[in-house]
């Protein structure tokens, strides 16, 4: 199982930029697939991006041309750029990866944006 560790989290205006990075255990050049999620209380966790081993990309509709992906295999990190935040994008943020079958969670971190 990968060991996966949010940061960057936190409280931004309406409009405003948040990044949050994703630290693994493993190097990221083995991960089959690893993506992002978010969970608000009382519905189910919902995808926000992911990225294949192959880099192929893919986003949720309500995030395309606000929210990228990056991935760095020196530092074993996935990156999520936030920009133009909406109060609707308050949520816990997950990292996810998939390595060998098994799928594996960070703790999540808080992003809140005020209107």
């Known amino acids: 199982q990968v060991q996966l560790v949010e940061s960057g989290g936190g409280l931004v205006q309406a409009g405003g930029s948040l990044s949050l990075s994703c630290s693994a255990s493993e190097s990221i050049d083995r991960i089959n697939s690893m993506a992002w999620y978010r969970q608000v209380p009382g519905k189910q966790r919902a995808l926000v991006a992911l990225i294949s081993l192959d880099g192929t990309k893919m986003f949720a509709d309500h995030v395309k041309g606000r929210f990228t992906l990056s991935r760095d295999s020196a530092k074993n990190t996935l990156s999520l750029q936030m920009n133009s935040l909406k109060p609707e994008d308050t949520a816990v943020y997950y990292c996810?990866?998939?390595?060998?079958?098994?799928?594996?969670w960070g703790q999540g971190t808080q992003v809140t944006v005020s209107s």
């Open positions: 996810s990866a998939i390595l060998n079958g098994i799928h594996s």
